[in-house]
């Protein structure tokens, strides 16, 4: 498997590829980009496997990233107490400088990483002037790095209840994606700028979130990214009633994926955290956890 087969399916149109081969490849940045694709299908056992062994590579750029990618995958599970330390390991092993690379895979991209995680880590533990600060420190010099600040800007105002205001970052995050045609991450900008104009509420505002979530709900199904459908799902359920017990459905059955696929470490830290909805795994209904407050992973 390529190096160009598996950048298409880390960033680009093919993020349902099998990239199973590749884990065993001698190039750690093949591995790498396996474990991104991996951890997009919520394969997270597999991925942090590839990714606990990284972290050890002489190569600064691959460590720092593989610390940034498994603490992405702790996030969205809940455990944003462990992605931070992992998240504050990764920004110390970057570089000083190195060759640039069109997707972020460069000194410039792991330093971004690592602020991005840290200013999610600091959201999850409510610490919002912590988390813009981290993020204010960010320089963004490929498109990953744009939208992925785009998704954490919007996070970091929806949590501070300015629905209003995430809104611009998450549009310009969806038009990025967009026109770069990584299609994980146009679903992904889709979900963040979808559920920010539906808790905004506006009437147009509102019909358009419910259209773009549906659409990326579908697609991602399609591809099989288990871990963008359960919020997804969820955030159907509370703000499109014709929907509502279908998504309920199919957010059920995604989580329970995902969580099958984790390690065992990572599978009861959330069963035990206040971020994912686990209460769907028990009763079919929507726990108190809120979806919309944990988009964060790549």
């Known amino acids: 498997m390529t190096e160009d087969e598996l950048r298409r399916a880390a960033f680009g149109d093919s993020p349902d590829l099998d990239v199973w081969p590749a884990l065993a490849a001698p190039s750690p940045r093949i591995r790498w980009l396996a474990a991104v694709v991996l951890g997009g299908q919520g394969h997270y056992a597999a991925a942090a496997t590839v990714l606990d062994e990284l972290r050890h590579e002489p190569d600064q750029v691959i460590a720092s990233l593989s610390l940034s990618t498994r603490a992405s995958h ?132 509102l019909n358009r979130g419910v259209e773009l979530v549906e659409c990326e709900l579908n697609h991602s199904a399609e591809k099989g990214l288990q871990p963008l459908i359960w919020p997804s799902a969820l955030v159907l359920a509370g703000h499109a009633p014709t929907v509502g017990a279908s998504a309920i459905d199919r957010a059920t059955e995604a989580l329970s994926c995902v969580l099958r696929r984790a390690d065992p470490v990572s599978r009861q830290v959330a069963l035990d955290s206040p971020w994912v909805p686990t209460g769907l795994l028990r009763s079919g209904e929507p726990p108190n956890a809120d979806p919309q407050a944990n988009f964060l992973t790549d």
């Open 74 to 205: 702790h996030r969205q599970l809940g455990a944003h107490h462990l992605a931070r330390a992992l998240d504050g390991a990764a920004l110390a092993r970057v570089p000083s400088a190195g060759e640039s690379d069109p997707d972020g895979i460069d000194a410039s991209g792991a330093r971004t990483d690592a602020l991005l995680g840290l200013a999610a880590d600091s959201l999850g533990a409510q610490r919002l002037n912590e988390a813009r600060g981290l993020l204010a420190r960010v320089e963004t010099r490929s498109w990953r790095s744009e939208v992925r600040r785009g998704w954490v800007s919007a996070e970091i105002e929806l949590a501070d209840g300015r629905a209003h205001a995430a809104v611009a970052p998450a549009e310009a995050a969806y038009g990025v994606a967009t026109s770069t045609k990584a299609l994980r991450h146009e679903l992904k900008s889709a979900l963040v700028l979808g559920t920010s104009l539906v808790v905004w509420g506006t009437p147009d505002g």
